[in-house]
């Protein structure tokens, strides 16, 4: 059996967020709810790796993986690889997937191309509907749409483990017929959860992502299980208390949590 752990929930900046005094924000800073690190999971095979590597992963990881799947090129998802550097772990030949695009901006840019000249990691591109295959599950990476802007593509991942399938979609623009498709066709699904509804920022046009409200309309009828995940600082989700958790607990989803384990 395979096993997925739930590392991190938060949209990329995490909840606190750098520069905010809502009560979310408020609420984790004061201890009376807890942090939220971004979103991350990891999957343990035979060995152990990890999706996404997050500016919190020194507190998600203890051991250096045996390979890091990476989504995209924004802060959330791929600074945290510097912690497998020299100033950190010093990794030896880390296997890392991502997009070939997003290979070579780690191998062109500092301080990112220091982890390849250094031999800290060994990037391994991988293409959309291309399986790589571990010990006993198989990851598959898979396109979608998130910011025409970031021409290094944007991955989700799939994962079939021996009995269940997962899929992995952390930051999507819309809930397209394709994504719907994708979230049908596995057993458990972690989705792009970043807002409740499009009043919560001012530059919502900016960010797109498709609300809660709107995914639990989608997927009312599905028999896949859904968590949500990648939630901003602002997102009423974030209370346990909120109307908003109570809507969708009774619409048959739920908020993924650190330390959430979904065997495969
Ligand atoms: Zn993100
Ligand atoms: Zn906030
Ligand atoms: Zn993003």
Redesign the pocket.
């Known amino acids: 059996m395979s096993t997925v752990e739930i590392l991190g929930t938060a ?2 900046a995490g909840v606190p967020h750098v520069g905010c005094r809502c009560e979310n924000c408020a609420a984790a800073r004061e201890g009376s709810r807890p942090t939220r690190y ?2 991350a999971v990891r999957l343990e095979d035979a060995g152990r790796y990890l999706f996404d590597s997050t500016p919190d992963v020194r507190f998600q990881a203890v051991d250096v993986p045996d390979g890091a799947f990476l ?2 090129a ?4 791929l600074t945290g690889l510097l912690y497998f550097g020299r100033e950190s772990v010093d990794a030896d030949e880390l296997p890392v997937y991502a997009t070939s695009g997003l290979g070579d901006v780690i191998r062109d840019n500092e301080p990112l191309r220091s982890l390849v000249t250094e031999g800290n990691v060994d990037l391994r591109p991988v293409a959309d509907g291309d399986a790589v295959t571990l010990e006993t599950t198989s990851v598959t990476p898979l396109r979608v749409d998130h910011r025409e802007s970031l021409p290094t593509g944007t991955l989700a991942y799939r994962i079939d483990g021996p009995d269940r399938s997962l899929l992995y979609v ?2 999507v623009d819309a809930l397209t017929a394709r994504v719907e498709s994708l979230i049908r066709e596995v057993d458990v699904a972690l989705v792009d959860g ?1 807002f409740w509804s499009r009043d919560e920022i001012d530059r919502v046009d900016d960010v797109p992502h498709p609300t809660v409200r709107s995914s639990m309309r989608v997927l009312d009828d599905v028999d896949t299980e859904i968590l949500f995940t ?1 939630l901003n600082h602002t997102n009423p989700l974030l209370d346990p208390a909120s109307d908003a958790r109570e809507r969708l607990a009774s619409a048959g989803f739920r908020v993924a949590e650190r330390g959430d384990v979904l065997e495969l």
């Not at 924004?74 to 998802?77: D, I, Q, R």
């Open positions: 949209q990329d971004a979103s989504t995209h924004h802060l959330g998802h952390s930051d970043t990648h």
